[in-house]
């Protein structure tokens, strides 16, 4: 389930390091199981601080050890009736490969019993895709990471040519 109240649950159960949501919501273990921007910005500032660093050479020495990641989203606008057959249809059919990257790992979730979302992990684990529908909007987000904008464009194309048999929503808008 998405949502931080989720996230605030897990953390309350168990030790986390720290739990973040899209929307920018970001809790840290040992805390509040809850957003708490201003925490965020006073580790942010430490960490800073600390290093010695700013934040964009700390930007650098993460690319430089793990590699530069790219990510990007497109939220398709779809009120279509089928939209909760959507994504168990793709589960039913995956294909092997998307954008020509052979499809190494999935994971489907679940919300009441019905598939809303569906994880692709493509060679290697740093490239995936996400398709998720939207449980308060009408649309289908997808979301992806790879090792280029080229790529991460690519696979958000190929994902909703999966889903929907055509690309709705060109990335990058």
């Known amino acids: ?8 649950e897990i953390m309350a159960a168990r030790p986390v390091a720290f739990g973040g949501e899209e929307s920018g919501g970001f809790g840290f273990g040992g805390h509040l199981p809850e957003r708490d921007g201003v925490l965020a910005g006073l580790m942010l500032t430490e960490l800073v601080s600390v290093s010695g660093k700013s934040l964009r050479e700390l930007v650098a020495d993460l690319e430089a050890e793990f590699g530069e990641l790219h990510y990007d989203r497109v939220d398709v606008p779809y009120d279509r009736p089928d939209r909760g057959e959507l994504l168990p249809a793709l589960v039913a059919g995956l294909p092997t490969e998307l954008a020509g990257l052979s499809i190494v790992g999935h994971e489907a979730f679940t919300t009441r019993g019905i598939v809303s979302g569906l994880k692709l992990r ?5 490239r995936w895709l996400l398709v ?5 909007e009408p649309l289908v987000r997808v979301y992806a990471e790879g090792h280029s904008e080229g790529e ?3 696979l ?3 994902g909703q040519q999966a889903l929907f048999g055509e690309v709705l ?3 990058g808008r």
Do not use: H, M, Y
């Open 132 to 136: 998720r529908a939207s449980a308060t």
């Open 122 to 126: 493509f060679d290697g684990d740093e």
């Open 156 to 158: 958000l194309r190929a």
């Open 169 to 171: 929503v060109e990335p």
């Open 152 to 154: 991460v464009a690519a």
């Open 1 to 8: 389930p998405v949502g931080f109240k989720w996230i605030g």
